[in-house]
């Protein structure tokens, strides 16, 4: 029996820009307005706007709210300040990754766990199971928020002219409460395009409002509607794992070469402790397949499963790839063999339906912007 994919409340506004839907963890979301190219493009040197209302918001409130957090997750989440935000990861028992996560503190015994749409159910029953005994209330607030996201060199400009909001205060990875567009929203400096930007977590009837007055306000500088499409163009640049790509159950954050948001210094234990102690020392004696950057230096795109191959042997398996509209070329990401996984590397390539075309092994990311 199939369910209809669950709509946003700017799911209307998009369909008059003339968007191309697709359905994307259950969600139906825009993947592109018009030229994934030119919303790529437009991301990295003027603005873009995001629907990003499919990710999920969970509420962990109560006297022993960040008790729990630690318990439940790998990060040290009683270090994080009032109003700042923090990346970390929930993990199975056995170290696997369930999903990556960001963490708001957004009162004395308030945090936002905000997790990937595809992963927002299994996060929330996670922390569900994860509360017994614990002081704390872990509350579904996906329908209590719209999120849009403007991203890009002219996003502090757009947001300042329909903010109070004091944005040059506002740090990297940190939120406060503000009004955009005369509505009150959480205002988080965070992104995932590899830019500047900021995220706007708000009541689902005020979205369309917001949205519209950004668009005007981001007008005279180039802000364009941008899809899910060139979301992922632009998180592949930017060397940012995606969850099912570069992140899944069968990896540890070790194996993900993310073992630094694992804090094993915090006070008390956490569910996957043991087994991500054991991947950390396996991690130093005998490394995994790293996770590496591969640019093409010919026309062919390589997609997620394809091989990477070095003197007729098998050394890695692509997790992303696409063209690069930054870089000119197609590129991806890979976990390799550690003895291949160098820059520089000689003798790499991809097998691209039985034809292995080479690529240059390069460090993550492809891309970083100017500060």
């Known amino acids: 029996m199939s369910t209809a994919p669950r709509l946003t409340a700017l799911d209307a506004l998009h369909r008059s820009l003339g968007a191309t839907m697709t359905d994307f963890a259950g969600w139906d979301m825009p993947l592109r307005y018009a030229s994934e190219r030119d919303e790529h493009n437009a991301v990295r ?10 990710m999920g918001e969970i509420t962990v ?8 957090l630690d318990y439940a997750l790998v990060g040290n989440i009683s270090t994080v300040g009032n109003g700042r935000a923090r990346y970390t990861m929930i993990c199975q028992e056995d ?47 996906r329908d209590a928020y719209a999120l849009i996201a403007v991203q890009g060199p002219e996003s502090p ?13 506002l740090k990297y990875y940190a939120g406060l409460p503000g009004t955009v567009a005369g509505v009150p929203a959480l205002i988080a400096r965070t992104g995932y395009t590899g830019e500047d930007g900021f995220e706007l977590f708000l009541k689902p009837e005020h979205a369309e409002g917001v949205w519209k007055a950004l668009t005007e306000a981001g007008a005279g500088v180039g802000l364009i509607p941008c899809g899910l499409s060139c979301r992922d163009t632009l998180r592949l ?24 948001v694992v804090k ?20 130093e004696t005998a490394p995994p397949r790293k996770l590496v950057g591969l640019v093409a230096e010919g026309r062919r795109v390589p997609r997620a499963g394809f091989q990477v191959v070095a003197g007729g042997e098998v050394v890695g398996e692509i997790t992303s790839g696409a063209p690069s509209p930054t870089l000119g070329k197609p590129i991806a990401m890979a976990y390799v063999d550690a003895a291949h996984a160098a820059p520089g590397t000689a003798g790499v390539g991809v097998d691209i339906r039985g034809t292995h075309e080479p690529y240059e092994v390069v460090a993550l990311p492809f891309y970083k912007r100017q500060k």
């Open 45 to 54: 040197t003027r603005a873009g706007l995001f629907d990003l209302s499919h």
């Open 61 to 68: 409130i109560g006297p022993q709210a960040v008790d729990l």
């Open 95 to 141: 170290g696997g990754i369930l999903d990556d996560l960001i963490v708001y503190r957004l009162g004395e015994t308030e945090y936002m766990v905000v997790a990937n749409a595809s992963n927002a159910q299994i996060v929330l029953d996670a922390l569900v199971a994860r509360s017994e005994g614990f002081d704390a209330e872990v509350r579904d607030d």
């Open 157 to 169: 400009g757009i947001l300042k002219s329909v903010t109070d909001a004091d944005l040059d205060g």
């Open 237 to 260: 640049e930017a060397g940012m794992p995606l969850y099912g790509h570069e992140l899944t159950t069968a990896l540890t954050p070790f194996d993900a070469g993310l073992g630094r």
């Open 264 to 283: 094993f210094e915090k006070p008390g234990d956490f569910v996957g402790r043991e087994a991500l102690e054991a991947a950390a020392g396996r991690a």
